[in-house]
């Protein structure tokens, strides 16, 4: 059975910073990339970053880029997502996702690509 489980997350005021990790575990858990995706209240959910294992290669969706930076071990099967100069827009809950079966050279986006989702954790920025 695989789980991932998201900390970190909290109330935070605008500029400031947040670090979210998560910890994915399973006997035989194993994945190619891992993201964070989050939604805010009546919003779809949506990307937010994504690293992939081979190569190292990371991805952010426009609105956090140059602010937030996802890093991991692949190893230890954990993920990262270091938040600063956040804003009151970066108010959602963050999930965390793995990728165990696709294959790809190129970085994955959508949340369809992911098989395996945290159960969220809050981020709240305020004003």
């Known amino acids: 059975q695989v789980q991932l489980v998201e900390s970190g997350g909290g109330l935070v005021q605008a500029g400031g910073s947040l670090r979210l990790s998560c910890a994915a575990s399973?006997?035989?858990?194993?994945?190619?990339?891992m993201g964070w995706f989050r939604q805010a209240p009546g919003k779809e959910r949506e990307f937010v970053a994504t690293?992939?294992?081979?190569?190292?290669?990371?991805y952010y969706a426009d609105s956090v880029k140059g602010r937030f930076t996802i890093s991991g071990d692949n190893a230890q099967n954990t993920v990262y997502l270091q938040m600063n100069s956040v804003k009151p827009e970066d108010t959602a809950v963050y999930y965390c996702?793995?990728?165990?079966?696709?294959?790809?050279?190129?970085?994955?986006?959508?949340?369809?690509?992911?098989?395996?989702w945290g159960q969220g954790t809050q981020v709240t920025v305020s004003s």
């Open positions: 399973g006997r035989t858990f194993r994945s190619y990339s």
């Open positions: 690293i992939r294992w081979s190569g190292g290669d990371t």
């Open positions: 996702a793995a990728n165990r079966w696709i294959y790809s050279t190129v970085i994955l986006t959508l949340i369809g690509h992911y098989d395996s």
